[in-house]
């Protein structure tokens, strides 16, 4: 069969998007003119593969959907530069003769309407990209009928990761049928569950462990429940047999990876073990208060982009908090609460880490 009917390829990358891994939402650094600081861009990008991230995902709404508009020109650009960078970082392995790059999966934000989705899904694909991130958000009121022709259609072009973004930034609801039958287009190799809820969550996952699909990859995306996601049991598949989120892309893990990859490796063990250690239920709900203060959720998330810049502001990887909106900024007393969290939760941050390798990572 061709388009959609056919399966991706089992790539390398792919294959380390379906074993499970950090994926952070890269952000997008800017000067103060906002205008893209290439330097600290590419020293964010290196950061990632150096912290040992499975992946980027490069486009989202971390990176600023606002990059697509023709004043700032900017989707291109963003999504080359990280793709060059993250290939020149990349560790080799194996003996100097036979050696291999490190698996490393590049993801495209792919946003807009068919036309415009199926577009960005060419271009990402022309510069290596390995799957693309589908937003649905311009497709509110449509059909689940409309939906899923427009992941089809996109499908024909690029591996697709399913995403549930969350309505209070965007995202759209997308009840278990949708979900249900989005399992069924055989190029999609995960699902990014987003809507920060517990019963949208349950509904993606019983559809897809409802498909039989065990090559569907399921990442949370909840950044106010990373850990519960990741130690849960769903028992929805055959016969009440478990199925489990493997991997987490989240706009949280773009701060911090270092510490974010040893955090996925100790949910792996706990859950492989069936023993969920009480120290690892304790750094959930930390991370759950960090994230409340770096995505803002006393302002309605107002200040969620500058807040993730302004972690990584604090470790020298951007120069400062800019986003291409203006009024996208910290909210009053943010800065505070980032503060606490920090203060309180100092085992949540991997400073050491950065500050012994930044400078090479902005040479």
């Not at 991706?8 to 600081?37: F, N």
């Not at 911090?256 to 706990?270: F, I, P, S």
């Not at 304790?282 to 302002?299: E, P, S």
């Not at 909210?331 to 390798?357: K, N």
Request: aromatic share 6%; proline share 5%.
């Amino acid at each position: 069969m061709a388009g959609s009917e056919t399966r991706a390829q089992d790539t390398a990358a792919l294959r380390a998007i379906r074993s499970g891994c950090v994926i952070p939402a890269h952000p997008l650094a800017l000067t103060s003119a906002r205008k893209l600081d290439e330097r600290h861009q590419r020293a964010l990008t290196r950061y990632y593969v150096a912290a040992g991230a499975g992946g980027v995902a490069v486009g989202v709404h971390t990176t600023q959907f606002a990059i697509r508009d023709a004043q700032h020109g900017l989707l291109r650009p963003v999504l080359e530069l990280a793709a060059g960078t993250a290939r020149a970082s990349l560790p080799k392995l194996g003996t100097p003769a036979m050696s291999i790059t490190q698996p490393f999966a590049l993801v495209a934000g792919i946003c807009g309407a068919t036309h415009q989705a199926v577009s960005e899904a060419e271009l990402a694909k022309s510069l290596g990209y390995d799957a693309g991130l589908i937003s649905l958000a311009a497709m509110r009121g449509g059909s689940n009928r409309d939906l899923i022709a427009h992941c089809r259609a996109v499908a024909d072009v690029i591996p697709l990761i399913g995403f549930y973004l969350q309505p209070a930034v965007g995202g759209i609801p997308l009840d278990y049928a949708f979900w249900r039958e989005f399992s069924e287009i055989p190029n999609v190799v995960a699902v990014k569950i987003a809507p920060f809820d517990r019963y949208r969550t349950i509904d993606v996952v019983r559809a897809i462990a409802a498909s039989g699909r065990d090559d569907v990859a399921l990442y949370t995306g909840n950044d106010d429940n990373i850990v519960g996601d990741l130690v849960t049991p769903f028992p929805f598949g055959e016969g009440g047999a478990p199925r489990r989120i493997i991997g987490g892309l989240l706009g949280q893990w773009a701060v911090w990876t270092r510490r974010a990859v040893e955090l996925l490796n100790q949910a792996r063990a706990a859950s492989e073990s069936d023993v969920i250690p009480a120290d690892l239920l304790r750094i959930g709900a930390a991370l759950t208060d960090a994230n409340a203060a770096v995505f803002d959720v006393r302002n309605a998330f107002a200040g969620c982009i500058a807040g993730i810049h302004e972690a990584l502001r604090r470790q020298g990887l951007m120069a400062g908090t800019w986003c291409l909106d203006p009024n996208e900024r910290l909210s009053p007393g943010q800065s505070e609460e980032i503060d606490r969290v920090i203060r309180c939760y100092p085992d949540l941050t991997d400073d050491d880490f950065v500050a012994a390798h930044l400078d090479r990572w902005l040479a």
